[in-house]
């Protein structure tokens, strides 16, 4: 059956860093894009990242440009998040989805529909 697997989150001081791990199974992983997304309490689950399966191209929200850099590894089929400069406001559970097909760059807008498998999610917290 399909699973994602997210693991890596944790409680981290302000300025840290963390690296989440996505790990897929049950499905065709070269041919869909992977996303990170996060939710925080009482708000909208926002789009971080994405990474596209054809060329590698990627996709950060401006929230997190710069400090943030996903990659994947196909041949383990695991996508990674690492993340810097860790902020209290990047605080949230983070989840990761697969959408097939999907291109996601510069430009891309994230949708959580156009991702049809969800992870359970991993909680990240940034406090001192």
């Known amino acids: 059956q399909v699973q994602l697997v997210e693991s890596g989150g944790g409680l981290v001081q302000p300025g840290a860093s963390l690296r989440l791990s996505c790990a897929a199974s049950g499905f065709a992983f070269d041919y869909y894009a992977i996303g990170w997304f996060r939710q925080a309490p009482g708000k909208e689950r926002e789009g971080v990242s994405c990474?596209?399966?054809?060329?590698?191209?990627?996709y950060y929200g401006d929230s997190v440009k710069g400090r943030f850099t996903i990659s994947r590894d196909n041949a383990k089929n695991t996508v990674y998040l690492q993340m810097n400069s860790l902020k209290p406001e990047d605080t949230a559970v983070y989840y990761c989805?697969?959408?097939?097909?999907?291109?996601?760059?510069?430009?891309?807008?994230?949708?959580?529909?156009?991702?049809?498998?969800w992870g359970q999610g991993t909680q990240v917290s940034v406090s001192s």
């Open positions: 990474i596209s399966s054809s060329d590698g191209a990627t």
């Open positions: 989805a697969a959408g097939e097909a999907l291109y996601c760059d510069a430009d891309y807008r994230p949708n959580t529909a156009d991702f049809g498998f």
